[in-house]
């Protein structure tokens, strides 16, 4: 058990590496909040994992909502131990042809948000407490027409080590992880497209797709006593693909497309 007394935001906790990641840590004895877009989506999620876990609705590109979120916590539960932040949103456009509201969509979601998320749960967390953010092998490998997620996520690596830096004097340890391909509601459209799942694995030496429950192992490492003295990482979970190229996915749409 790593979190016996511990209570945890999980935010895009209704679905996919943020789902799993509530049921890890409500096994691992974290009083869970589940935190979402969708709040409905956030208290089904919350009744079927049953006792410990709670729902809340909240929009991470929104700061009322975030501070709403984290105010409701402390009101609940007299104060937070672990924060993660699943919140996520892609798109798929070249440089010259994108759309510049498309490309702040993603980056006021992914980026903005994540600052937003940092910012209020790092003013109100425990002294000693764990924040854990989601970044991308797009942190590290670029992909054609992907512009608007690995900016987002390549600037929320710098952004975790920043906020790391700033909150070591409490004790607050800020964390990345950057998954590779997992299948879940994210990417699962992209697996339909003839080619994308094959280059992927291609790509990736261990030779298959992460499990959601892959990644919340590794989170619930971060915010457990066990990793005390890591601050400032960012821990790639990609059977190996960081070593290698990223895929050639809007090579595959336009094949699928034409
Ligand atoms: P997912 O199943 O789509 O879960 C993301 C959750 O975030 C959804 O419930 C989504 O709600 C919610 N969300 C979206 N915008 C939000 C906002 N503004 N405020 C609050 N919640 C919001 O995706 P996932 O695959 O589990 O991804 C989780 C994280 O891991 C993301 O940050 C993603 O970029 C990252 N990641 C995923 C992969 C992968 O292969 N799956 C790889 C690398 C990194 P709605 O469904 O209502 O939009």
Known sequence: MSGPGKTT????????????????????????VIADLDGDAATARAVELGSGCEAAAVDVSDEASVTALFDG????????????????????????????????????????????????????????????????????????????????KSGLQMLTQVTALELASRRIRVNAVSPGLVVTPL??????????????????????????????AAIRFLLSDDSTWITGENLDINGGSHMQRYPDIHGHVMKAFA
Do not use: W
């Open 9 to 32: 935001v999980v935010i895009g906790g209704a679905s996919g590496i943020g789902l799993a990641t509530a049921r890890d840590l409500l096994a691992n004895g974290h009083a869970v």
């Open 73 to 152: 916590v402390i009101e609940q539960h007299g104060s937070f131990d672990g924060v993660v932040n699943c919140a996520g949103v892609s798109t798929l456009s070249l440089v010259v042809d994108h759309d510049v509201a498309e490309f702040r969509r993603v980056l006021d979601v992914c980026l903005t948000g994540a600052f937003i998320v940092l910012k209020h749960a790092g003013s109100r967390i425990v002294d000693g407490g764990s924040l854990v953010t989601l970044s991308s092998l797009n942190g590290r490998q670029p992909g054609v027409g992907l512009v608007a997620y690995c900016s987002a």
């Open 187 to 216: 990417t699962a459209p992209a697996m339909d497209i003839p080619g994308i799942k094959d280059d992927y694995l291609d790509n990736t030496p261990l030779g298959r797709s992460g499990e959601p429950e892959e990644i919340a």
